[in-house]
């Protein structure tokens, strides 16, 4: 088989990236391990910044967000029953838009089958071959059988724990990495949102967050140990515990229901430079991974796409100006990105041995955004998306 572009991942910025090229006549085929079906069923990130908004229209993916997405104003930051709101619309005349990322996946599938692009589900063994001369390939085993792809270029959109980062050779990458001491315990629940915007809460019991996918779906964080487990949590201490973590006054109206589905995430920050290795390039979360406070994840992959769908279609016409330029370009996004997710996670949770003067420093930060129409603007700026 060959092609112009190797997709490694069929997750949306594989999804996102093969779209783009295909409308402007680039050929691809995209590898996926997992099944459609596994990939759907992923629970990720909601809110998209306006720039992912503006790119799933120019792709010819926006109809269905655009009448079923919820356009969000603003968000709440609040410590015990102090309440500050963030008007995006007010100080940065944008919005955000939530729209759960199984949607737009599955609005890119759709597309995608249209277009008739070739997806490969089940792939195993994969192997990224000659990237350092012309006349990339890819090997992969399917049904047992081993396969060949001949490329031009190879996008690596296939995760964390992909191939595609680690076929770059050990001495050529430089890894940056923060753990923190925590995860996220998520419940999706077939419920009215606590609010008609997403509210993040600091507390003396740790972090939550009260989000929704729709009207009648919502979508709750709370801050647990790494070495909690989801059976831990019944859904009635799940609920106890959400409550005394949020505002008293939102607490006492929201509407609790059975979970449909629980799990914990931990929460990382990552970054692989440099994005690029010969005819290989590093796309979404192959090349990084943020905490999902800034709501980033989905959100940055978007822009690594919006910046190598354009180089690799000036390159296969042969100006390379653009893929040369592609890991620098990315990666100054990446690290303000990093930046913003890091303060917000910092701002907004409890860790294990901090100290008193930890608190009062949280509650000084809430409160200079409650008086600086300044500091609000400069979050509202990094919540909304930087521009691409």
Known sequence: ?????????????GLLLSQLLNKAGVATVILERSTRDHVLSRIRAGILEWGTVDLLREAGVGARMDAEGFPHDGCFL?????KVRIDFKELTGKQVMVY???????????????????????????????????????????????????CDYIAGCDGFHGVSRKTIPE??????ERVYPFGWLGVLSRTRPADDELIYANSPHGFALASMRNAQLSRYYIQVPLTDKPEDWSDDAFWTELKRRLPSEVAATMETGPSIEK?????RSFVSEPLRWGNLFLVGDAAHIVPPTGAKGLNLAASDVFYLYQALIEALKGNTSGIDAYSELALRRIWKAMRFSWQMTTMLHRFEGEDSFSEQMRRATLD?????????????????????
């Not at 008086?371 to 691409?388: D, K, M, Q, V």
Request: aromatic letters at 6%; proline letters at 3%; glycine letters at 8%.
């Open 1 to 13: 088989m060959k092609t112009q572009v190797a997709i490694i991942g069929g997750g949306p910025s």
């Open 78 to 82: 609040t410590d015990a029953d102090m």
């Open 263 to 267: 799990s914990i995430a931990p929460l």
């Open 368 to 388: 200079h955004l409650a008086h600086s129409e300044t500091a609000r603007r400069e979050l509202a700026e990094n919540y909304i998306g930087l521009p691409f």
């Open 100 to 150: 759960g990322q199984t949607e737009v996946t599955q609005d890119l599938y759709a597309a995608q089958d249209a277009m008739g692009t070739t997806i490969i589900h089940g792939v195993e063994d994969v192997t990224l071959n000659d990237l350092e001369r012309a006349g990339s390939y890819v090997e992969y085993t399917l049904n047992g059988q081993r396969q060949r792809i001949d």
């Open 171 to 176: 001495e050529k990458r430089r890894e940056f």
